[in-house]
Structures are given as C-alpha cells and as structure tokens.
C-alpha cells in the first residue's frame, strides 16, 4: 500500500483548518469501511475527496456529519475536538451536508423542506414569514433561485440540489459537504453549481466535494485526498497532477474507458418500437409517439435528464405499464400485447434502474435470485415445478463466469456489494439466450472493477448480436458505449446525435432542450 | 396503510409534475353542505321517512359519529408520523373497559375520561415499542394488540365487574354518565317548526334541535380535539417534524429530529385517541359492553382514508359513518330505504360527471348502478333489517371503492424505519 | 443450509423465549389477583392432558389449523386477509344450507358440500381482491367490513322463510345434514369415549398441500417471490394483480374448509351459536405463531387449543378463565417482535460471515482486474 503522505499544505489559508480527521476507523458488520484515514481540509477551500465507488467516502462523510460514530480516530472542527453524536450535533457545529440522494419530502413545501429540524416560531407557532425572508434572502445572496412556496415534487433535479444547498446555509454551515453532486446533472447544471461553489467559496466558506469524475475534481478544488479500499492514498494539488495520475493513485491502475470497438451493428431489426405513448394516471403523456428501431448487434443510447419519460419507456417495453397507442415488435413479432413474462421468455433482457428494488430478493438465496425473470425457464423449473438443483448448479456458473464475489450460493443477495450484486444481475440477465438487453443505468454505484466488466458483458452482448437498449446518467458511458444516440426530452425523442462526434456539453444542451439542434452539425 | 397498490411501477422525479388535486375552498365547502342537505330534504320529502332529518337522528349522528371520529383522529396523528394504525380497534376497547371501569368505581364521569386515555395509552405504547422501537411489520402489530386488547378486557372485566349489580365477565354495571346540555326553550321552538316537515326548514331546524338537544361537556371537549389538532400538526414546528417522519423519515433525521420520540408521541397520542373514542362509547351507552366497539375503530380508519389524511376530511367522513349508523339504528329499515334513493341519486351525479369528464367506464357503471339502486328503490318497501345493522360497513365499502384512488397517503406511511439506514 | 439450520434453531429460541416472557406476564397478572401461578399452571396441566380434552384439543387443532393456513396463504405475499372469519362462517351456513337440501349418494355428498364451501369462501374473498385491484381498496379494511357484513348477510338467509329451519323452541339452523353427508369421527384416543374429527385428515393433507405448493411449484415461487418484493416480482414477470387475485381465492377457499370438521362430523347443521366469530383472528394469531409454515403452525394450534382446553379448569377454581386470553394475546405479540430481532440478527451474522470469507481470499482480490 501506498505510505500516506503528509499532507502538503501550501497557499493562503487560515492558520486553523476547518476540518481535521486524524485516524479515523469505522467498522460494520463483516467489513472495514474507514481505516486510518487522515485528512485536513483548510478553511476557505474546496476540497475533493475522490475516490471510487465503494471506497469508503460516504461513509466517511457520514462519520463527519455525526450520522454514526467512528471506531476510532478523532474529529477536529476549526482547531477543537468534538465528538458527534447525531447530525444536530454536526449542524451545530457549523456543518452542513448535502445527500447524493437527495433527503426531500416530496409533499412538503420547499420552505418547510428548509426550515425542518430548525424551525423559526413566534408563540409556539411556525412563524411562516420570517423563514420565507431568510429562505429568499439566503437564495438572492448564493443566486440559487429557489421558491420557497413549491412543493417540492414539482421540482426538477438541479432545482431539488439548490433546495438542498439552501436546507444547509439556513442551518448557517460554513462546512458543506456534497456527496456525488454531479452524479445526476447535466454538464450545463454542473457549470452552475460550480458558480455556486465559488461563491460560496468567496463568502468563506468551506467545501467538501466528493466525486469520482476526475475532470471535475481537477476543475473545481483547491485540494483533492484520494481515498482507496477506506483509506486516504494522498492529498495532492491539482495544479500538479494529472487526471491519469489521480487515477492511479485511486484505483491503481488507468480507469476502464467506455468505448466501441468495431462496429457490429447489421440491418436486421431486432426491437422496434412505433409511436408509443404512455400516459401518466394525471393523464400527461410521459412518453410520446416514440418510434425508435435497434438492430442486430446494435446498441442505442438514450441520454435525458432524469424524469423525462425513460423509465416509463423502459416499463412500457417490458410490459409493466399500460400504453395508450403504439406498438412494440420484438424481430417480427408484434409484442405490444403480450405479459411482462412472455416478453421475457421471448427473448428481453433487463437490467432495470433500481437493483434493490425491482432487481433482487433481498432476503433470499443467490440461487432463489437466479430463478428470478426466469421462473418458467429450464434449467429453474421442469414444467410446473422448482427445479432447485438445476438452478443451484447454475447459480454456481453464473458466479464464476460472472466473476461475482460471494462465499457460496445460500448467501442472501443483501450480503453482496452493490457491484456483485449487479454482475450478479448482468449474468442472470444473459443467461438463457436472449436478443434484446434493456440497460437501465448498469454501472450506477458500482465499483471500477464491476464497471469494466459490465461494459465488457455489453461488448460481448452486441458482439453476440444482441440489440441493446442503454440508458445511463453518465454521459461518457452513454456516448462511449452506444452505436446510435438518441435523446428523450418530456417523453419525446427530439434529437439523434452522432456518438462518435458528440461532446458532453452538446448532448447536455440536447438533453435539457437548450443549444442550437445537434442533427444538421453533429450527425452529418 | 397499504391502500395504494404496491405493484404500481416507480413514480420518478418528474420535471413538470401536474400539481395533486386541489383542495376545495371554504366557500365552496358550505355550498356542497347546503346542496347535501336540500338533496336530503328532498328525498325526505319524496319518502315520508321524516326521522331521516330529525333532530333525533341528528343528535344521534354526533353521538355515533364521535368515536368513529376519534378514532379517525388517532389514525391521523400515527399515520401522519408514518405508523399505520390498526390497532385501534383494540385500544378503542381497552378505552371502553377502562372508561366504564374508571367511572363505575369513582362515580365520576370525568375519571371515566381519564380511564378513557389510560386504556389508550396502554395501547398506544404498546404499538409504539413494536413497531418503532423494533421494527415489527406494523399491521401485524396492530392486529396482535386488537388481539391481545380483547382478551385483555375480557379477564378485567370477569375480575372487576363480577359480582357488581348487572355486572359480569361481558358487561358493566350502568355507569354514571355526563349530563345533556340542553336548552328547552330552543328545542320546543325547534322541535314545532321540524313537525311541520316544510321542505329544507324542517330539515334545518332538525339539525339545530340534534345540536342543543345531544351535547354534552364530553362531546364539546372532544370536538375541540380536532381543531386543536390541526393546529398543533399543520402550524407548529413539532407538527411539522412529526408530518416530515411520514413523508421521509431518513431526510428528518439528516436534519437532527428526533425520529423516534416523534413517532412515539404520535402513536401513543393515537393510541389516547381512540381509547377516548371507547369512552365515548360507553358513557354514551352507559355501561360497559363486549364488542361495544363494533368496527369503529376500523371504520374510523377508513373515515381517515376517505378525509385523504386530514382532519376536516376525516370529520366528514366519520359524518357519514355516524349519520347511517344513526340512521339505521332509528329508523331502521325504512329510513334506510329512503336512502336508498339518496344513494341512487348521488351515483347518478357522480357518473354524469365522469362521463362528462370522458371517463366512459367508471361513468358508465356508476349510471348503470344507479339505476339498479333506483330499480331495487321502485321495487321494494323496506331493506332486510339484518343488513340495515350494517348499513356502515357497507358505506365503507363502497366510500373507500369510490374514493381510494385520488387520495395521498403520507409517503413513508407504513414502512419500517430504523435508524441510520438512510442511503 | 448452515445457515438455515441455525436459523430455523434461532427461530425456535425466539419462539419459546416469548413464550416464557408470556407466561411470565400472566403469571404476574395472576399474582397480583392473589392466585398462585404454578397452583394454576398445574391445574391447567392436569386437566389439559386428560384424555377427554386431548380430543377436545385435536379438534379444535385441526379448525385452527386450517383456519391459520388460510391466513398464511396470504401471509406469504404480504397480504393481510383479516376476512377469514366472515368468509368461513358464510361458507359454512351456505354449505350446510346446501348439504340438508340435496340428496347425494355417501361419498358424492360429503364432496359436494366441501366444494360447495370452498367455493363460498372463496368467492367471499373474492370480492377483496376486485376491490384490492380494480379499486386499490386496502384488503384489511375490506375483509373487516365484509366480515360485519358477512354476519348480517348470514342473519338474513338465516330468516326461516330463506333458508333458516326451526329445531326446538328458538334455535334456529339450517336443515340437518343427512347421513349421506357425514363424516364420522375417528377412535385416536381410544380412551376418550370420544371421537376426533375425520376431517382432521383433511387439514393435514392441506398443510402438505400448503407446503408442496408454496415451496416447489412455480406458483409457490411467485407467491413468495411477490411477498418478499412485489416490485421485483412484477419486473420478472410475475402479474402482480394475477397473483393477488389469486392468492385470496385460494385463500377463501381454505377458509370455507375451516367450518367443515364440526358441520360435518358433529353439528351436521349451522347455527350461529356453533359457529362463532373470532375463529377467523384466531387463525391470524396462529399463522403468525407458526411463521406461516405448515409444520410451525400445527405447533401453534396444539399449544392454542390446549390453553383453550386447559382453561376451562379455572372457573371452578374461581379464577377467570380469560386469563388464557392474556396469555395468547402476550404470546402473539412477543413471538412477532422476537422473530423480527432474530432476522436482524442474522442477516448482521450473515454480512460478518460474508465480510470474512471474502477478506481472507484477499490474493484473488488483489489479482482482479480493479
């Protein structure tokens, strides 16, 4: 392992850090999440922590903003030790901290989103207006344009992020944290947020930015600690490393990149789907007059802001939602009728968005998990009953080919690290021959390791003629991993853009509707 | 509750989300009280059946109403928090047993109050530490503590009230009970212009005569519980962090709030509630009796339900409950025919407005129902009085088949929460 | 497998450890009247284990029984049929109603009348599940309602001008069952003098069932599969709604057998006073006793039925025999959160278990392509 640096502390700052962490270990059940870890942040810094997923850095925020107490090591806040007990604790501190998933109550209002855990009374009661002031005068200061009145299930996510930064401010933090801030926005919102981040910084106060999107990192912070298997590698500047080097320090190697190689695609159709609309229970069309065709051997990206209709499309693909019109035809077949679990014998894959809940049985044995979407296919079953010996046998298959890491089959599928668990979900996926894989966000919150693999398997999955259907928020996967791109924008397919030619930026701006039309520029 | 169906597909962050449906201004609440109190005035006319708007019926519908009420309320306060409540049932009987039991021995009805909150603390605390504390499946707790509260009050009973004059292992000895506020001169005056049955005066002086004539310092306490409660839950910071557990319990607890102590406060305040709805009941009654609850406290679930979680709406819904119930325990069969009318009417209403709304189906059938309640309405001169009984039961039914679709549970309502588990 | 046996020892642990906290708190309740609980539970003991209440217990067992393994069908995929009650005494007074009517050759006769139950209870159910699905009614508030309303429904049809029958001076049943329809009872206990229910073959036979389905069947796997995530289940192509209807039929109609051992092998007639409510939440309790598996609940119904029986013994000795009451109350809701804490438990011993084999094969971690 590499020695731990000492920390190179240069440049204007405060006698005092803001934070420091001295030895922090943090343990839970069967793992060592934190170990040793040494950082100090200076006030009036953004300072990165990176690393890859499964590292340890949430869990190492969480230990800073009082969520649970570490095993050992001390946490020192502008020059006194302090030890936290709870978040209030933390808030009290002068700590904020914004969630990667964002923490917001979709039926409250965005003042009372803000002002909960901190409220403002007059007499015992919610006084309304003082924290209306506050809330709009916090907003004009930081230029993030909130609207206290909003119920917060009307916002999008860039919107939902400023709220959250808001929430922080209010509690008067001068120590945020933001965990994967980037993770759901587009580049363009990316550039705001870091308008907001130098204000912020220009006020004084300080920042921890957790990523892994090294580009970023190197664009905004002050300082970066690179954090690997739960420890801190180095604190670098980043005027003196590259985005290679980070890479090495974080994973010890270079990072897998997202890419094609020669092009399979054929002419042969093998999913097709003609004007389907989807109406939501209000009646709105969240998914409208879709036409898209993905051939043999082909795979299509599909880029949009998250809630914009591709969950939805991905549902009504797979027969989990009701569609008003259109058509699905799967080679030449017409599906549109058919039963989620007859498309699935007939031949679709999916991988969908959220493995915990509509990917896996938590609580049930690998090899119950590998029955699941194939519950009516050999080798699980032999007619109307549970083949549990075959599907064990190929359970044990799944795991080798897969490489996913598990002491046996009758572990729960809970026991597994996410990115097992979703090369768990990739193998069950490919077994059984199908011809068309829907990926929904197929490396979210997985490790370098299982990203590189799961990339490999969708190689592999097109090489093999399969038509791939892949949606992701990560626009390099997106523009790296797809044949032909195509952006969705309220339920409506408005562009296609050539992935070979595309940067993020252009296909940010497709995707939030803004920019000038890519076709004519990028796809000729 | 488990109300919405689980297999819906994710509801994802959207960015141009349809505001919910909005609510209905004050103005426009009197206008749908006027225009259901002329449709009954109406179909009393149309009937004969004159108790249907009686001061009587009245009167009994706030005392048949109450407990449902309370019980609703309890629901409100635990579901709010985000702890689904079925339970109640079974601390609405401690609250029977203690409040008969407590102002039996003291000859007080007030300490009959208080036995009234002790039998729903006990309740509510019990659910509290199940569910909260250790994360049990909540409805199973609930129907394990109605389990348990029946058995409970059944071996207190045979210990307390065996031996007492009436009393035994089933039932109470007559209990003293709260006193009737009434005010002669007004329910005489009242009393004249209802006998008249003109159309809509009578029905509104029926209604005045059911007020002065029923109320009691109990019934006017209660009542206030239900302003009082939408103050404390909608316009103080406590409310506001007890309602952000059941919306999102893991964001309130980032925000340092105490998850925990709210959700037991909420509960075992439910848990008050609906023993306070027992002690309704049997001072009500005058006694103590096995299976005096009846359902209520399920029925005020589904009057919560129906009130789309909120304290005005649950009043409206336990309204409804406690007017059939009065309705049916009065006039008996043939009040309930009348209703049968009112019934076929509002139906009809509902799925003119669906079809005009081009919603073809649910219009169609509730036309087509309709019809069939009018046809049975045409054929028939009184309902099967063994039904009648039940005439709330089937109300819930078919309210909660009507309406559980637009309704907004509290969006962590149910589901197990434990600390630190946040993402 | 290691894994499930000691989850199977935990769960058993956990099981008597609530039941020993139960009978601390009864014991307690009992002290504080001024009885002596090992003077009851001695009592209790003695007449419980006469040969007399053996049978007493065996038949009321086998009505539990069934009556649990309705409950659990829908315990399986998280769904709450509170309606067992109303749905097995509507089964059991049209079934009753209909097995005095025809004439039916022996054999034919019995068959019919259980069909003719099943069919009832499930249909009964039924009307949860449309509710449940075309309207998104909760089917705990649905099957409480249906079960008031079961009893007043029940009331009418009962009318002597429907389908009640006058036997004696006030009791009303339906038409007695012929001999054709019957099921004798079986000599278990040879010293008894009394018989046990023949149908006591049929609720073991429906455990088997019970298991064989839920745990080898592909529909088993749905079942479960839909109780552990109805979210995954319906993504792998389980139809979630299929499968709620479904499972309350099936669950209805387990119902509508648990009236059958005593309308045909002792009553041979309904009448609202052998067939009382309560019977329905019983089954809960028990189901939740059990786990919802067959072998846990046969468990649950002996231990239920003996405490039923064995109290009967207390009113003599001028204690209230309801205490029993207290004791299954404390019982169900103790054993409900000892069971949730052990599947803590293990899950946190599984991850450690977990943690540990993939730590000490650190070699073939390191050589992984990170």
Do not use: L, N, R
């Given at each position: 392992m590499a020695a731990a640096d000492q920390p190179a502390v240069t440049g204007p700052v405060d006698a005092v850090p803001a934070v420091e962490l001295h030895g922090i270990t943090k343990r839970f059940p069967g793992v060592v999440a934190n170990h040793d870890i040494d950082i100090v942040v200076q006030r009036g810094h953004v300072h990165a922590i990176v690393g890859e997923n499964g590292a340890g850095k949430s869990t190492l925020m969480k230990t800073l903003y009082g969520m649970h107490k570490p095993d050992e090591g001390t946490i020192v806040v502008n020059g006194k030790q302090v030890t936290f007990s709870s978040p209030s604790d933390a808030i009290a501190a002068g700590i904020g901290m914004v969630h990667q998933h964002f923490m917001l109550a979709d039926n409250l209002t965005v003042l009372e989103n803000i002002v909960l855990g901190s409220e403002p009374t007059r007499g015992g009661v919610l006084d309304v207006r003082a924290a209306r002031e506050k809330i709009n005068d916090i907003s004009t200061a930081y230029g993030l344009d909130i609207d206290p009145n909003e119920l917060v299930e009307t916002l999008g996510v860039g919107d939902r992020q400023r709220v959250e930064i808001c929430k922080v401010l209010y509690r008067g933090a001068r120590i945020l944290i933001l965990d994967e801030p980037t993770a759901v926005l587009v580049p363009q919102e990316v550039d705001e947020l870091f308008a907001n981040l130098r204000e912020l910084k220009s006020e004084g106060l300080t920042v921890l930015f957790i990523s892994h999107k090294l580009d970023e990192v190197l664009s905004v912070a002050d300082e970066i600690t690179v954090i690997r298997r739960g420890t801190t590698v180095r604190t670098v500047h980043p005027g003196e490393v590259t985005a290679h080097q980070l890479a090495e320090l974080m994973v010890g190697s270079e990072l897998p990149v997202p890419e094609l190689r020669e092009s399979t695609v054929t002419d042969i159709p093998e999913l097709t789907v003609e004007h389907l609309t989807v109406r939501s229970e209000d009646g709105r069309a969240v998914v409208d007059d879709v036409s898209f065709v993905i051939h043999k051997g082909e795979i299509v990206g599909l880029a949009g802001v998250e809630g914009n209709g591709q969950a939805e499309l991905v549902e009504a693909i797979m027969g989990l939602r009701p569609t008003e019109s259109g058509r699905v035809q799967l080679g030449d077949r017409d599906i549109s009728r058919w039963q989620t679990r007859e498309r699935r014998e007939g031949g679709i894959a999916y991988i969908p968005e959220d493995r915990h809940r509509q990917g896996l049985l938590l609580e049930a044995p690998l090899w119950e998990n590998r029955m699941l979407g194939h519950q009516t296919q050999r080798p699980n079953v032999r007619g109307f009953w549970i083949d549990g010996a075959g599907a064990k046998k190929d359970t044990r298959r799944l795991i080798a080919e897969f490489d996913v890491r598990t002491p046996g089959i009758d572990v729960e599928a809970a026991s597994l690290s996410g990115g097992n668990q979703q090369k768990f979900i990739v193998g069950r996926e490919m077994?059984?021959?199908?011809?068309?894989l829907i990926a929904s966000h197929p490396t979210r919150g997985v490790d370098v390791g299982a990203q590189a693999a799961i990339w490999e398997h969708l190689r592999d999955a097109r090489a093999a003629g399969l038509a791939v259907l892949l949606i992701s928020a990560d626009l390099d996967e997106l523009i790296g991993m797809s044949d032909t791109l195509r952006v969705i924008l309220r339920g409506r397919l408005v562009e296609q853009v050539d992935p070979s030619s595309v940067t993020p930026k252009q296909l940010g701006a497709a995707m939030t509707g803004a920019g000038a039309p890519l076709e004519g520029s990028a796809a000729s | 509750m488990t109300v919405q169906d689980t297999s819906a597909p994710t509801a994802t962050v959207r960015l141009d989300r349809v505001k919910p449906a909005r609510r209905l201004g004050r103005g426009q609440l009197w206008l749908a009280a006027l225009a259901g109190l002329m449709l009954l005035a109406l179909v009393r006319v149309t009937t004969n059946a004159n108790d249907i708007t009686s001061g009587g019926t009245l009167g009994a519908t706030i005392a048949l109403g109450m407990p449902i009420a309370l019980a609703g309320l309890g629901g409100l306060w635990s579901e709010r928090s985000g702890v689904v409540n079925i339970g109640l049932e079974g601390m609405m009987i401690l609250g029977t047993f203690f409040g008969a039991d407590f102002a039996y021995f003291t000859h007080s009805p007030w300490m009959g109050v208080v036995g009234g909150i002790v039998g729903g603390f006990i309740g509510g605390i019990v659910h509290a530490v199940a569910t909260v504390t250790f994360g049990v499946d909540q409805i199973v707790s609930g129907v394990a503590i109605t389990i348990l509260a029946t058995g409970l009050a059944r071996y207190l009973a045979g210990v307390f009230f065996t031996g007492q004059p009436g009393g035994g292992p089933t039932q109470s000895p007559a209990i003293p009970q709260f006193t009737r506020l009434r005010v002669p001169a007004l329910d005489s005056f009242f009393g004249r212009i209802e006998n008249h049955h003109w159309f809509l005066i009578s029905d509104i002086a029926g209604l005045l005569r059911g007020l002065v004539t029923t109320l009691t310092p109990f019934t006017i306490v209660m009542a206030l519980l239900f302003p009082l409660t939408w103050f404390l839950l909608w316009r103080t910071a406590f409310g506001l962090q007890l309602r952000s557990c059941g919306e999102n319990p893991t964001a309130a607890e980032t925000l340092g709030v105490g998850v925990y102590s709210r959700k037991y406060v909420a509960v075992i305040v439910s848990g008050i509630l609906a023993g306070l709805g027992g002690a309704f009941l049997a001072d009500f009654a005058g006694l103590y009796r096995e299976g005096q609850t009846g359902g209520r406290g399920f029925i005020g679930l589904a009057a919560m339900i129906f009130g789309n979680w909120r304290p005005g709406g649950l009043v409206a819904g336990a309204g409804l409950f406690g007017y059939t119930d009065a309705v049916q325990s009065r006039g008996g069969a043939k009040s309930v025919h009348a209703l049968l009318l009112l019934v076929a009417i509002i139906v009809l209403l509902v799925g003119l407005y669906a079809l005009w709304r081009r919603r073809l189906a649910t219009g169609s059938l509730a036309v087509v129902v309709a019809i069939l309640v009018f046809i049975w309405y045409l054929l028939t001169k009184d309902v099967p009085i063994e039904l009648v009984t039940y005439t709330p039961q089937i109300l819930t039914l078919l309210v909660l088949a009507l309406a559980t679709q637009r309704l907004r549970m509290p969006a962590a309502d149910g589901i197990p929460w434990r600390k630190g588990q946040g993402a | 497998m290691r894994d499930r046996l000691n989850r199977l020892a935990l769960n058993v642990i956990a099981a008597l450890l609530a039941g020993l906290f139960a009978a601390a708190v009864t014991s307690l309740i009992l002290w504080a009247r001024g009885d002596s609980p090992s003077f009851v539970i001695s009592q209790m003991w003695h007449y419980g284990t006469q040969p007399s209440s053996e049978v007493t217990i065996l038949n009321s067992a086998t009505v539990y029984y069934l009556s649990a393994l309705a409950v659990a069908i829908g315990f399986r995929m998280n769904l709450f049929n509170i309606g067992v009650d109303g749905q097995y005494r509507l089964a059991a007074m049209l079934a009753g109603a209909f097995g005095g009517a025809v004439a039916l050759p022996t054999g034919l006769h019995q068959i019919a009348i259980i069909v003719v139950a099943m069919l009832v209870g499930a249909s009964w159910a039924g009307l949860v599940a449309v509710l449940k699905v075309t309207r998104g009614v909760s089917e705990v508030i649905s099957s409480i309602m249906l079960n008031f309303i079961a009893t007043g429904l029940i009331a009418y049809l009962m009318r002597p001008t429907i389908l009640g029958h006058r036997s004696g001076a006030n009791d009303i049943t339906t038409e007695p069952i012929p001999r054709s329809g019957q099921v004798p009872g079986v000599n278990l206990i040879s010293s008894a003098g009394t018989k046990v229910y023949g149908l006591i073959f049929l609720a073991i036979g429906m455990g088997v069932l019970f298991h064989i389905v839920v745990n080898h069947t592909r529909f088993g796997f749905d079942l479960r599969a839909t109780g552990r995530s109805s979210s995954a289940a319906q993504a792998s192509g389980v139809s979630v709604k299929k499968m709620i209807v479904i499972t309350l039929l099936l669950s209805g109609a387990m119902a509508g057998l648990v009236g059958m051992p005593a309308l045909l092998g002792d009553s041979y007639s309904y009448s609202s006073i052998t067939f009382q409510t309560g019977l329905g939440f019983t089954g809960i309790a028990i189901a939740l006793l059990g786990r919802n598996n067959p072998i846990g609940i046969a468990f649950a119904a002996v231990l239920w039925a003996f405490l039923d029986q064995s109290a009967q013994i207390l009113d003599i000795n001028g204690i209230p025999k309801e205490i029993v009451q207290i004791t299954q109350g404390v019982v169900v809701l103790s054993v409900v959160i000892a069971y949730e804490l052990v599947r803590r438990a293990a899950l946190a011993r599984q991850q450690r278990r977990v943690g540990r084999a993939l730590a000490t094969v650190p070699a073939e971690m390191e050589g992984a392509p990170a």
């Open positions: 077994s059984g021959s199908p011809t068309v | - | -």
